[in-house]
């Protein structure tokens, strides 16, 4: 920041100062809380008048450098191709900032040249996000015309949750007044581009590596993967109604399939050192595994000192956890598996339950004995137990029963798990879900856009794993002007 910089703002600082100090003295007479109240927040809303101010002016004295504005239009034709050619000079736009307040500049806009037939019909179309950009603003990540912080405090208010409206309410008491509309616009176009980048970097994923500092070299490590339940809207074809401001739609059940990565501590708890990873996808069981196998690569399992994967007893987690196992050429010796063990006692109440001849007592004592064998490992123990039940006219559905535990046998080693301090429940997974899932996107009268939904299980697995500023880092370099090229560049 030069000199001249420097006074500038100690001038904007000062006159500010002579304007409003007088005010804030006036105001201090202080009997009671609530005058206390109001002075806080009159003194937190004239600051954040200051912040506008200088904000503004650097914003200001940046973009409409014309050494800036050259650099960025040079930058813009270098990677967007010289489509991007057609320059209209000192367009006026209106930057919102995360202060609440507003900069007015002046900056050059580049349109695409649209191609057209020999007819003088257009040849391409006005593409999602427009015909062109602002090269100086998007060099300085302002899309949609606001600043990066405040499209981050928006988009975090919104993952949060629990709707766009009380979202629009938190945002108003810091000063920022956005409707819902444009709530709803920000947030939906920073999932998508963040589910652009999601899908470049599971390609890098595969064939490059974390730094040596965030790897998960000789640490012990618990990989969860279970579904969850959203609905998903369909819209119906047809007229809109009369009187109505939508169309008919259907909104069918879906699975959205969440996974979570942790290291664990020395007593087998997740670790408060290191944080976690979720993400998950709307997409199939396949999907969802090619991106989990994406970063335990990029994070270098393999050098790890022990793996557990954990899960419920859905055939669809561990067949494909042993073809992930080869894939990733993981050392056998070091990965461990376990059914939830709070899973599996619910199938023990279940057979209990269908023996009808048993008394209270009888089921009780039976349960007992059954759950001690399972924690002890003793799967034969369980297994003769059932056996022995298969009579009568519930037999096959206690036959059924037994089959579960027969399959998943080698899931159960619950006591071996217990003397290496390795976990014998899912929970990490099934709070995942809670937390990601359930208190966001499932409720009375909710319904997602698969794109939308797949968007904001990503934007909130990252803000609630303590990942935020990783995303909006990744997202803000992929939208620069050069930042697709960059990453693009890898994939080829």
């Given at each position: ?37 109001k002075l806080e927040l009159r003194i937190i809303s004239l600051l954040a008048t200051l912040g506008t101010m200088i904000i503004g002016h650097i914003l200001k004295s940046l973009i409409q450098d014309r050494k800036f504005q050259k650099e960025s239009n040079k930058l813009a034709k270098q990677h967007l191709g010289e489509a991007f050619k057609n320059e209209k000079p000192n367009q006026r736009v209106t930057i919102r900032l995360l202060t609440g307040g507003e900069v007015k500049v002046k900056t050059t806009y580049c349109r695409r040249i649209m191609e057209r037939d020999t007819r003088g019909r257009k040849r391409t179309k006005r593409g999602k996000e427009g015909n062109g950009l602002y090269p100086a603003l998007t060099r300085l990540g302002i899309h949609h015309r606001a600043t990066p912080a405040l499209i981050s405090e928006i988009c975090q208010e919104v993952a949060e949750g629990p709707s766009l409206e009380l979202a629009q309410q ?323």
């Open positions: 920041m030069n000199q001249d910089m420097v006074s500038e703002i100690k001038n904007i600082v000062e006159k500010w100062t002579e304007n409003n100090i007088p005010r804030i003295c006036k105001d201090a007479e202080i009997q009671n809380g609530m005058d206390l109240y938190r945002l108003k008491r810091h000063n920022i007044d956005f409707n819902v509309k444009s709530i709803r616009t920000l947030t939906n176009h920073f999932g998508h581009h963040g589910l652009e980048w999601r899908t470049v970097w599971q390609q890098i994923a595969w064939v490059t590596k974390a730094p040596k500092d965030k790897s998960l070299k000789d640490k012990v490590v618990v990989v969860g993967v279970d579904g969850g339940r959203l609905r998903e809207r369909h819209d119906l074809m047809g007229r809109l109604r009369k009187g109505k401001d939508h169309h008919r739609f259907k909104g069918d059940w879906k699975e959205p399939k969440q996974l979570v990565i942790a290291v664990l501590d020395e007593k087998g708890r997740k670790s408060r050192k290191e944080q976690p990873i979720y993400n998950g996808t709307l997409e199939n069981a396949d999907a969802l595994f090619e991106f989990l196998g994406a970063y335990l690569h990029y994070y270098s399992i393999e050098e790890a000192e022990k793996i557990i994967f954990v899960g419920d007893g859905a055939p669809w987690i561990w067949s494909r956890v042993e073809e992930l196992v080869i894939r990733l050429g993981l050392d056998p010796s070091r990965v461990h598996k376990a059914l939830d063990y709070y899973h599996a006692v619910q199938h023990l109440h279940d057979v209990a339950a269908l023996v009808s001849y048993w008394t209270d007592r009888q089921r009780k004592v039976w349960l007992t004995k059954m759950k001690r064998a399972l924690r002890e490992g003793n799967v034969e123990v369980v297994l003769e137990g059932i056996k022995a039940l298969c009579i009568g006219r519930n037999a096959k559905a206690i036959r059924k029963e037994l089959t579960y535990f027969e399959e998943r046998r080698h899931l159960m080693m619950y006591k071996r798990l217990r003397a290496e301090n390795l976990p014998i429940g899912s929970g990490i997974i099934e709070s995942t879900i809670r937390r990601v899932i359930n208190l966001r996107l499932k409720g009375n009268g909710i319904f997602w856009r698969f794109e939308n939904a797949e968007g904001m299980i990503q934007m909130r697995s990252y803000y609630l794993a303590g990942r935020w500023e990783e995303l909006l880092e990744n997202v803000l370099d992929w939208l620069s002007i050069d930042g697709r090229m960059n990453w693009l560049r890898w994939v080829c």
